[in-house]
């Protein structure tokens, strides 16, 4: 049933690229069609000026100052031109920049682009002095040149568009999910709060019975395991105070709780209890929940022989703590990829722990978890930053 929503997905992905480009071609071509007819309609005007202005009168300068020849091609005009005798002085200009008829370079530069927009059109005349001519320089006018540009920003407003609403519905698919999530940890948490209970009542009662008192004790430290587990999911979707606490204690109190419940053949080392005490500000419930997944997916690398170290640093800005297997590694390609959810190598799961993790660093804690070092058969180190604190 996945594979074939996966499919019809696809073709449904497949069909609106399809329709937006046949969309996108017919408006082009449309569009293109109209500036080439405007474009032709524009030199017809033009070569009817030329053939007005021929048969207005006797030619020279003067016919340049003929008042029905203002009118021809002034009245509701939007198409740049210059109009030069035969030695390329100017007689008469419109819409054209009065710098570049001024500089001879620029204006030999402009005569020269106009003549590539449109070929010159020549008006001869016959003078006393013998018979000359005149040349029309022509460019395109702005509502020409608008329409070649306009599909190419119709086609942009649309990708922009297609863009913003594939962000809006990401985003609101994520709002749905978290909510989903929150709710799920909520719900678990309620769950749990019931059968927590009993049990706590049941290991006051095994401590009247003639038991073994360690075990007992053992029990009681699992139920108060259990019982911070129970405090970490109803904490998801609240607002999370963070505090000033000494970092050291808080991953130690994690490592000690772990260490005696790991195989025989897997090693915990924790540096943290013999260093100078280093300080941040956490929500202790949820950042010890992040050491313990994370030193329970390096158990689960190791499949129950090698070693774990937990390893606490410092610079002048900010605190490291490095957790660090010698199980079988992670290729480069998913180091990103681990934190994502839904995305697991493991036989069993769901592949929420690490996504969880990062959310808890990165969103509460405003801090960075990130692989740092991994190769196949030689290991893993997950390194999460958090921001200094001096007393």
């Known amino acids: 049933m ?7 997905s696809f073709r449904n992905r497949v069909v609106v690229i399809v329709v937006g480009i046949l969309l996108g071609s017919i408006s082009l071509l ?4 109209m500036a080439r007819r405007l474009k032709e309609k524009e030199q017809h005007d033009v070569a009817l000026w030329a053939h007005a202005m021929e048969r207005a009168g006797g030619g020279g300068g003067e016919m340049m100052n003929d008042p029905m020849i203002d009118y021809i091609v002034d009245s509701h005009n939007n198409i740049p031109f210059i109009i030069t005798d035969e030695e390329l002085r100017i007689l008469r200009a419109h819409l054209i920049d009065e710098e570049e008829l001024s500089d001879p370079d620029r204006l030999r530069e402009l005569l020269t682009g106009l003549a590539d927009e449109n070929p010159p059109i020549r008006i001869d005349y016959h003078w006393w002095a013998g018979d000359h001519y005149h040349l029309i320089f022509y460019g395109q006018s702005s509502l020409l040149k608008s329409l070649y540009w306009f599909p190419y920003i119709q086609l942009l407003a649309v990708v922009v568009f297609i863009i913003l609403g594939f962000i809006a519905f990401r985003s609101t698919k994520r709002d749905e999910q978290n909510r989903v999530w929150i709710g799920l940890a909520k719900e678990t948490a309620h769950q749990l709060g019931t059968p927590t209970s009993s049990l706590l009542g049941w290991i006051e009662y095994l401590k009247t019975q ?10 009681q430290k699992d139920l108060t395991h259990l019982m911070k587990i129970v405090d970490r999911f109803s904490k998801i ?3 999370t105070p963070l505090t000033p606490a000494n970092l050291n204690e808080v991953v130690g109190e994690s490592v000690m709780y772990f260490r005696k419940r790991i195989p025989r053949n897997v090693t915990l080392d924790y540096n943290g209890l013999a260093i100078a005490p280093l300080r941040a500000n956490i929500n202790t419930a949820l950042f010890e929940w992040v050491v313990e997944n994370l030193m329970k997916n390096s158990l689960d ?3 129950g022989h090698g070693s774990i170290e937990v390893h606490i640093s410092s610079d002048e800005k900010h605190l490291y703590v490095d957790v660090k297997d010698s199980g079988k590694g992670i290729a480069k390609a998913n180091w990103k990829r681990i934190f994502e959810p839904g995305f697991t190598t493991k036989t069993r799961g769901w592949g929420l722990g690490l996504s969880l993790s990062r959310r808890i660093i990165e969103e509460y804690h405003q801090g960075r978890i990130a692989v740092v070092e991994s190769e196949i058969g030689k290991g893993t180190t997950i390194r999460i930053t958090l921001k200094r604190l001096f007393d």
């Open 210 to 219: 003639p038991v073994d008192r360690s075990a007992v004790e053992e029990m």
């Open 30 to 33: 449309y569009t293109n069609d």
């Open 237 to 239: 979707g609240s607002e």
């Open 301 to 303: 690398a190791l499949q």
């Open 2 to 8: 996945k594979f074939r929503r996966d499919i019809f």
